[in-house]
């Protein structure tokens, strides 16, 4: 599929992206603005989100805090009164604390839940109905390899975002032939202020912008599922074939089992860790 025909199918589409303002929200929302896509940014942190929709031209931004659903219904009319009826929701609003499970507080492991979990399931099932009213839409749901590939360190990130990727699955199972495609992103390491303080392994690291292109073909093409990068992806493939003992074995090597407990600079992860305490 050429890069004009990409551009071309993207064009004129209305897309609403949760957490928005920055990180990997942001550049999915300056690629698919890019493509000529009508995007508006839903985000807990409003004036971040008013500057990033600024910046990149974007067709709006609203406070959105994707655990309430007062506040995401009315994220949704007024992206609808904004841009028109929405052809795609990508629900990528997430958040991601380390350490071990069990000196983890009650009310992170709660806010985890809500946010990557919930969250999606909530704005699913606000804009599900007017999809298929209309017989077409898409919602592309921001997963993760974590979700396929059990770490030491985020073990609570790891099952949300399991149940992220069979939600997908059973939403696109449960309403097939109804026009609505759903879609899982599965995203490695990502240099994004989530992995602040941390230390990918060797080739396991992607940019905010490979996932943006990665979900621009997305919306061109619908599949169920897609892993970034992809050579990642393979690897995690691989992984799964290997016999347990031996693919743990080369986790370890990695270091996978360290980077984000022992390994993690807290210095440098204080300023993601403060703001998640102080939006919740």
């Known amino acids: 599929m050429s890069r004009q025909y990409r551009n071309r199918s993207i064009a004129g589409r209305t897309v609403a992206v949760t957490g928005g303002a920055r990180g990997i929200g942001r550049a999915i929302a300056a690629e698919l603005s890019a493509r000529g896509a009508a995007v508006v940014i839903g985000d807990i942190d409003s004036e971040t989100a008013s500057d990033t929709a600024s910046a990149l031209g974007l067709a709006g931004a609203f406070r ?113 032939g109804r026009g609505v495609h759903f879609s899982a992103v599965l995203p490695t390491f990502t240099r994004t202020e989530m992995i602040a303080g941390t230390r990918a392994p060797f080739g396991l690291l992607a940019e905010p912008e490979d996932v943006a292109r990665a979900i621009a073909d997305l919306i061109a093409r619908p599949r169920r599922r897609v892993t970034v990068t992809r050579s990642a992806g393979w690897l995690a493939a691989a992984n799964k074939l290997t016999p347990r003992p031996i693919g743990e074995f080369m986790t370890r090597r990695l270091g996978i089992d360290h980077i984000f407990l022992e390994d993690v600079d807290q210095t440098a992860r204080r300023t993601y860790d403060e703001r998640l305490r102080r939006t919740r």
């Open 64 to 176: 959105l805090d994707v655990t309430d659903p007062a506040s995401f219904a009315a994220f949704l009319d007024r992206t609808r009164d904004t841009v028109g009826p929405l052809d795609v929701l990508i629900n990528n609003a997430g958040v991601m604390p380390l350490g071990l499970f069990t000196s983890e507080p009650d009310e992170i492991t709660r806010r985890i839940l809500d946010v990557n979990v919930y969250g999606v399931m909530l704005g699913t099932k606000i804009v599900l109905p007017h999809m298929l009213a209309r017989g077409r839409g898409h919602c592309v749901n921001i997963a993760s390899l974590a979700g396929e590939n059990p770490t030491p360190g985020m073990a609570t990130y790891c099952a949300s975002k399991q149940a992220v990727l069979n939600f997908t699955d059973s939403m696109r199972r449960e309403y097939r």
